[in-house]
């Protein structure tokens, strides 16, 4: 019962009421699997929303190291430990956490209702933003396209996505991708914003192109390799 108020005090963001019905937990070993994970959740919640990302970081290590149940029930919480760690920009220590959610989705062991499709979406989502900023941009473009191909057709919002894949072929001067993977967004309800992002980016590297053609032309009125008389 303290697990449930404590939530849903959080969720009223009465942090205090919060810490109080945490606090009444005395025997956290007699709470089943899943409230001892809500209980973690909600304390990790708490200490970030008063900025304590060490507390946070904290109850959800501590609730993984001592787990002795399903490893696959951990999917949430291990995205949130990455997620903190983005937030400190610890790349690498995100990464370890958020790759064990993807490893758990494509488990075949793993029982399917465990690990909730959304979990999973930001899983990798977050996987492929880190790998970016990471400059693994082979990594992130793999993350990418699974999303989109795992989740392009049950109404999660992809176009953001898309833009980003396209935005690395861009970056690698692989024009030709980028063009095929944005000329998708015009056709998406959500996706007009992104065309018009990626449009202008296409329109001023056809302009770059072609004024380095021109700026590399001898002008016919004048001489190879002499000066025009």
């Not at 488990?107 to 990798?124: G, H, S």
């Not at 001067?173 to 296409?202: F, M, R, T, Y």
Request: proline share 3%; glycine share 4%; net charge neutral.
């Amino acid at each position: 019962l303290n697990v449930r108020l404590a939530k849903i005090s959080f969720q009223m963001d009465d942090l205090k009421k919060a810490g109080e019905y945490l606090n009444a937990i005395k025997n956290v070993d007699q709470l089943s699997d899943t409230e001892k994970i809500e209980r973690s959740i909600v304390l990790s919640s708490v200490a970030e929303k008063e900025e304590r990302l060490d507390v946070a970081i904290w109850a959800l290590q501590d609730l993984t190291e001592h787990w002795s149940g399903k490893p696959s029930l951990l999917v949430e919480p291990w995205l949130r430990l990455a997620r903190i760690y983005n937030q400190q920009k610890k790349y690498d220590k995100a990464l370890t956490w958020v790759q064990k959610v993807v490893n758990a989705a494509q488990d075949t062991k793993t029982d399917p209702e465990i690990v909730k499709q959304n979990v999973v979406r930001d899983a990798l989502e977050l996987a492929g933003n880190l790998y970016l900023n990471s400059g693994h941009p082979e990594e992130a473009i793999s993350a990418y396209k699974l999303l989109i191909e795992k989740y392009s057709s049950d109404g999660f919002p992809i176009s953001s996505i898309k833009y980003k894949l396209g935005k690395i072929y861009f970056d690698q001067n692989n024009i030709k991708a980028a063009s095929k993977i944005w000329s998708q967004l015009k056709s998406e309800s959500e996706g007009v914003l992104w065309a018009n992002i990626a449009d202008e980016q296409l329109a001023q590297a056809q302009w770059g192109e072609k004024y380095k053609q021109y700026v590399g032309r001898e002008p016919a009125s004048q001489p190879a390799g002499g000066k025009k008389k």
